[in-house]
């Protein structure tokens, strides 16, 4: 029998003895990214049932990524086979606000005494808020940045203490590094990533835009995503990067086959895990982040699906623990996520960030976050995979020396999809 078992027995024979006729709720949970919260969650839930007896935690299969997550929300509204929270990417909780599917948290913040002072501040509470009523709290918080095999920068001749500021730097280094040897290539960017995190990063931090300030126009096809995309080509042409699938990426760079790999600080448990001793990683900021530029901020929020009143109750008291400084604390230690509640910094990982500087490298630029963006309206997701086709006939080499004409086509299909 296991502890949780164990736990659930205890807690039902108590019910029997005093009489209480009422059994514990069930709350069932889903998230994104098994490989990146499986411990995450694990310590979650054990701690969270240890403290809340009542309530029997039942995690769903985790989704693929947050666009997996989306529509497995949307297609089980419709079937009624919802879970009763569920763990969305920051720039998709919108389109369930909009379908009213999500439920709104403000009920439940507003019976909270001193909210404040528990972590909750208020551009925390901000990242979540639609229509001025909150919807999602933010879990888990990333930023882009870049991974560095040292070993490789050195043997490439480049000077460790400095490490590239730009992406001019970066494809200097990289072709440096892909003329090494054969097997090895010089860089790899996660472009691929979901929500198109990895094309707004460059525009964002030219400060540029998605779409204009009405939402009825697009605007990544002006100078910053001209100069984001003709940049992004670069990375083939110049600094000899390959069409490499998300997965592949990964494992060039965690195999010491690839000098640099630019992805989500949320990985970085797992890569220093992963590479234990067979080469020296370091991490670094983001390229070429101008002033008045900024980066989209990454990761997930909980989100609230349960109409019933009891499991929203137990919902809201899970709710409360996972972005509590302790779960928070949780995050950052099983992960590379930053935790949004500032408890978790001010009273868990005092000494944490001193001792682990590769997790400190996304809190230093923390000044430079700003929303992920969320295409409106209901073409939403089909936005997102639209950018990615037009940047995969780069990848591809098919159009790498037309990345104006590409630009353009991406702006048109965009266009069309956006709400009258």
């Given at each position: 029998m296991t502890l949780k078992h164990l736990r659930q027995l205890t807690a039902a024979s108590a019910i029997v003895l005093t009489g209480n006729a009422l059994a514990a709720t069930e709350l069932v949970v889903q998230y994104p990214y098994g490989g990146t919260f499986k411990d995450t969650f694990a310590q979650l839930e054990q701690e969270f049932e240890a403290q809340n007896p009542d309530i029997d935690v039942t995690f769903r299969a985790p989704y693929e990524d947050y666009e997996d997550g989306t529509q497995k929300v949307m297609r089980e509204a419709i079937t009624k086979q919802l879970p009763d929270i569920s763990f969305q990417g920051l720039n998709r909780v919108r389109?369930?606000?909009?379908r009213n599917i999500a439920v709104s948290l403000e009920p439940f913040i507003a019976k909270e005494a001193d909210f404040s002072k528990e972590g909750y501040h208020q551009a925390m509470l901000d990242i979540g808020t639609y229509n001025d009523e909150v919807y999602g709290l933010?879990?888990?918080?990333?930023?882009?940045?870049?991974?560095?095999?040292?070993d490789l920068v050195r043997q490439a001749g480049w000077d460790e203490n400095n490490l590239p500021e730009s992406w001019d730097e970066v494809i200097e280094l990289a072709a440096r590094i892909d003329a090494l040897d054969e097997d090895i290539t010089g860089m790899v960017y996660g472009w691929q990533i979901t929500g198109n995190w990895l094309w707004q990063a460059p525009v964002f931090s030219q400060g540029g835009a998605m779409l204009s300030a009405d939402?009825?126009?697009?605007?990544?096809?002006?100078?910053?995503?001209?100069?984001a995309l003709e940049t992004f080509s670069r990375f083939f042409k110049e600094a000899g990067m390959k069409d490499y699938s998300r997965a592949d990426g990964k494992q060039a760079f965690y195999s010491g086959k690839s000098g640099m790999w630019f992805w989500s600080t949320s990985t970085v448990t797992n890569a220093e895990e992963m590479i234990g001793d067979s080469f020296e990683m370091k991490t670094h900021v983001f390229p070429s982040v101008k002033e008045g530029g900024a980066l989209p901020a990454g990761g997930n929020a909980i989100v609230m699906l349960t109409k019933d009143a009891e499991k929203q109750e137990a919902a809201w008291k899970f709710i409360k623990y996972a972005t509590s400084g302790k779960g928070a604390a949780i995050v950052a230690l099983?992960?590379?996520?930053?935790?949004?509640?500032?408890k978790a910094n001010e009273e868990y990982l005092k000494d944490f960030y001193s001792q682990h500087p590769n997790h400190f490298t996304a809190v230093k630029q923390l000044p430079l976050m700003t929303d992920w963006y969320a295409f409106p309206g209901k073409n939403g997701l089909k936005i997102t995979q639209v950018i990615h086709d037009h940047m995969q006939s780069i990848a591809s080499g098919e159009r790498v020396n037309e990345a104006d004409q590409v630009l353009k086509d991406m702006a048109a299909d965009v266009q069309k999809l956006l709400p009258n």
């Open positions: 389109p369930l606000v909009d933010p879990f888990a918080v990333s930023l882009p940045i870049a991974y560095y095999n040292m939402e009825k126009q697009v605007a990544f096809n002006g100078p910053e995503g001209q100069w099983t992960t590379g996520y930053m935790p949004p509640n500032k």
